[in-house]
């Protein structure tokens, strides 16, 4: 006979076991499935990654495991990383979405190479020019750590910085050798200069010096006798700043006047008809006024001889002298041009040169003429260095007088309005 209560108790107790076992496969399930939503599910992705300034990212750098394909939300292929900084970034990977961050980095210093570089002393040179290949994702500045020194003249190391936006440096060794100046001042001065007996002799006008730096110009005319006929020596020397020196001599030959000629202001009349007959043979009708000018000038430039003397307080004397002798000095050449142009009807004006505070003073005379388009300069006198300074405006002149010792500065408030 079965026991009823027993038989009950033992059901109660299968039936609680069962519904324990059920309890705990469904615990284990959710536990699995969960388990697997995370990590075949959620935790795919890293959410955070770090790359350096300049890479190009895909949506595959932030997979870390699973299924599914992964891709970026708004649908670029790559991310550039352009910036230095933390980016939230939008990952899509199987039925998910993640916010991800982007951390972009600049750890990288510049890099650059080093360029050596010869120069002369007269050059010099830009930062940019002592190092190449530069090259870093980021702007980069660039400075001098020791500054080129341009007086030395042995090979220098030259460290410069080059810095990028985010602080990374790199420090490029160069070196620069300056090379010296070894060429001496050229001299260009005439070989002889003729000056009569009590004359004078203006050395600077007639001696033109070429270099590369500034120099400075000795002339010992001690030797000089002007009250006494002979031939003498005047030495000229021209030393630049780096001590490069060059010579030439001169020699000055003081000579008796062989026709002394006195032409009184009432003698007008004989330099109008000796400059009547040489027009005659120089110009014509045909001639524009500029043409004429021109066989004026050409004919005082190469005819008359630089003797250094003139008579300064007679100008009808010097242009007889010019006319007839063909030697003299500037004021002979400007008055000898004077009464050649009056007598072609060209107007022309006496002008003068004005000495400045820093300039040994010589006296300079030339000619201003008006050939139809306002006054203008013309300097007939022959220049040792072959200028021609025929019809020049004043800013020209200028400009070769202040390279030249001021030898034809003027003052202009003295004279009409030159072009």
Known sequence: MVNIKQFLLDNFIEKSK??????????????CFCTAFYYLGYDTVCITRTVELGDEVTASFFEKR?????????????????????FEIMIKKGFFTHICTLVVEDTIAPSASSVDIVISFLDSVTIEELFDDLDDVATVTYSFINEIDYSSYEKQEINISLIDESGNETIVTSFITITADTTAPIIDAPEKISVYVGGSISYLSQITITDDS????????????????GTYEVLVTATDVLGNSSTQTINVIVEEEEIASSIEESDYEVIQ?????????????SM???????AIYYWCRNSIKYTGSSDKTDWIKEAYDGLVYQSGDCFTYASTAKILLTQAGIPNLDIERTPTETTTYYSHYWNLVDV???WVHFDSTYRSDGTIIFLWDTETLLEYSDSHNYCHNFTASDYPTIN
Do not use: H, M, R
Request: net charge negative.
């Open 288 to 294: 524009s006024l500029t043409e004429k000018a021109s």
């Open 214 to 229: 500034d120099y400075e110009l000795d002339i010992d005319n001690s030797k000089v006798n002007l009250n006494s006929v």
């Open 372 to 374: 139809g388009n306002g």
């Open 273 to 285: 008809n000796l400059a009547d007959e040489l027009l005659s043979e120089l110009i014509d009708d």
């Open 66 to 86: 699973g299924f599914g394909e992964i891709s970026f939300v708004d649908e670029i292929e790559t991310y550039e990383a352009s910036n230095v900084g933390e």
């Open 18 to 31: 069962l519904k324990k076992n059920i309890l705990l496969f469904i615990v284990i399930s959710i536990g």
